[in-house]
């Protein structure tokens, strides 16, 4: 059965390093979503993608967070510097038409900042 | 601004018994309504989606209903097992979101032996 990938599934790093975060969704998903979930509350939403496009930026902190589709397929979050607040679980999920259909989610990445 | 509520936060149940987990949301004008499951430090796994035209979805020993017009979910657990033990989270698609789900902040259920 075809599944999101996400690497690392975990990552430890220092407060004002560079982190990249990695996801490869379903083939022929269109749509690429990028949520981050706080522990003990439900996911949201930082970034979506149609194809190689920006739809949703509207919650990622810009000054910090950059996020990239170049090919359409695979994508790429960064963080830099992080901050000790970007401790989450960072999740990447697809869908196949991004109005209508499901959303499949990756594991996910449990980022911790020292 | 929607919002997505989910009560209890924590529910503790003795194996076999039935169970309905609640989601409310504030903005009717829902697209579809989704229902996932995590397990501890894990992602997401769809259970069911509910479009907004249906007024239920089941899967094995799962039900979920809808009532758009009041804002409410339930999601019907059947004979649980100890497996069942995770956290359930309801998530909505609104018509002008673009596709993102607004999620509630989820109910962690533990059934015991």
């Known amino acids: 059965e075809a599944e999101v990938a996400q690497s690392p599934r975990y990552k430890i790093t220092e407060k004002s390093q560079a982190v990249a975060f990695w996801c490869d969704p379903i083939?022929?998903?269109?749509?690429l979503y990028w949520y981050r979930q706080i522990l003990g509350q439900g996911p949201e939403l930082l970034v979506q993608?149609?194809?190689?496009?920006?739809?949703?930026d509207s919650q990622l902190p810009k000054d910090r967070f950059s996020a990239e589709r170049l090919k359409g397929v695979d994508s790429t979050l960064k963080i830099q510097p992080a901050e000790l607040g970007d401790s989450a679980m960072y999740l990447c999920?697809?869908?196949?038409?991004?109005?209508?259909?499901?959303?499949?989610f990756g594991p996910g990445t449990r980022l911790t900042v020292l | 601004k929607q919002e997505v509520t989910q009560i209890p936060a924590a529910l503790s149940v003795p194996e076999g018994e039935n169970l309905v987990l609640n989601c409310s949301f504030t903005?009717?004008?829902?697209?579809?309504l989704q229902w996932f499951r995590q397990d501890p430090g894990k992602g997401l796994t769809s259970l069911l989606l509910i479009q907004s035209s249906q007024r239920e979805q089941t899967s094995g020993r799962l039900n979920a209903s809808l009532d758009k017009s009041s804002g409410r979910s339930t999601l019907y657990i059947a004979a649980s097992q100890p497996g069942d033990s995770a956290t359930y989270l309801c998530a909505v698609r609104q018509d002008n979101q673009g596709g993102k789900l607004i999620f509630g902040q989820g109910t962690e259920l533990s059934v015991k032996p």
């Open positions: 993608f149609q194809d190689e496009s920006v739809v949703d």
């Open positions: 903005d009717s004008a829902i697209y579809n």
């Open positions: 083939s022929g998903h269109a749509t």
């Open positions: 999920a697809s869908s196949f038409r991004g109005r209508n259909n499901e959303q499949f």
